[in-house]
């Protein structure tokens, strides 16, 4: 369990090395890793250099966060994020989003790499989480609150803001870029899931599938960030094709993608 301490001290390290409060941030999922080389003047932080950030366990993961300036506006990315499937708590994945929230970042932009569960999605598409569900994995707020951080309990009827996503609408439609939307189910892997979780989920009203992005923006709605999401899907979920999902299409897809989601999420940034 973290205490309020050491969400501060985390805080106090990363603002000093960036000494002006970003105006968002963005957790770079799957396929993103690459955006920050277009930034070189970025100031780049290691986590490990961060008091309690946890240590990662994913290789292809650089695990920094690069402070850089676009468009006129200050953003710090996250490259690196931490999965429950990892074997962290639900706490120790929502970490950086409740350190964001100490250093002033009231927007939140975070993407991911998703199976696509609508059947009018194909593989390289980007979707807008508009809304999430997640039944099975325990809250990143569960334990004692802490007040400095948000209530205990809290709202979730706006996770995905109203405003953040109409900007994203526009902005991709001036890019040219198509936009899907619909609602993200949370599956806390690592494994894949089976064809019947798949018709669930389905059933439950969801659209695309992932291991990731939901305990930060739990994180996000406590202490009352304002939290885009977007997805590339990578891969159609389990039944829906004869073959079985495998990570390197994940991968494949997510980085042939890559170009254009890095040309959305810079056009997406500057209007925030
Ligand atoms: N399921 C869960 N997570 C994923 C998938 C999937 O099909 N594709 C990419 N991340």
Do not use: W
Not at 29 to 42: C, I, R, T, V
Not at 80 to 87: S, T
Not at 118 to 132: K, R
Not at 230 to 238: E, H, K, P, Y
């Amino acid at each position: 369990m973290f205490d309020y301490t050491d969400y501060a001290a985390s805080a106090m390290y990363i603002g000093e090395k960036i000494g002006e409060k970003p105006d968002a941030a963005v957790i770079l999922g799957s396929g993103l890793g690459e955006y920050a080389k277009h930034f070189p003047q970025a100031v780049t932080i290691a986590y490990e250099e961060i008091p309690h950030f946890p240590k990662g366990t994913n290789q292809s993961h650089a695990y920094q966060m690069h402070f850089v300036k676009l468009g006129g506006k200050k953003v710090l990315l996250l490259s690196g994020r931490y999965h429950y499937y990892e074997g962290f708590s639900m706490e120790q994945v929502a970490y950086p989003t409740r350190v964001l929230h100490l250093l002033g970042v009231d927007k939140l932009v975070v993407t991911n790499a998703a199976g696509g569960i609508n059947g009018s999605f194909q593989p390289g598409d980007f979707m807008l989480i508009t809304d999430h569900v997640k039944f099975f994995t325990e809250s990143p707020a569960r334990g004692k609150n802490i007040e400095e951080l948000g209530p205990r309990f809290f709202d979730m009827s706006h996770a995905y803001d109203p405003t953040l996503m109409e900007i994203a609408r526009k902005v991709a439609g001036e890019c040219g870029v198509m936009l899907r939307e619909g609602v993200y189910g949370f599956m806390s892997g690592p494994q894949f899931e089976t064809p019947a979780e798949i018709r669930a989920l389905r059933t439950l009203g969801c659209d695309a599938v992932g291991m990731s992005t939901v305990p930060e923006v739990i994180a996000a709605a406590h202490c009352g960030m304002k939290v885009l999401g977007i997805s590339c899907i990578s891969n159609l979920a389990a039944g829906m094709l004869a073959q079985p999902i495998t990570d390197e299409e994940v991968v494949e897809i997510t980085s042939r993608r890559a170009g254009v989601f890095q040309k959305l999420l810079s056009a997406i940034l500057e209007k925030l």
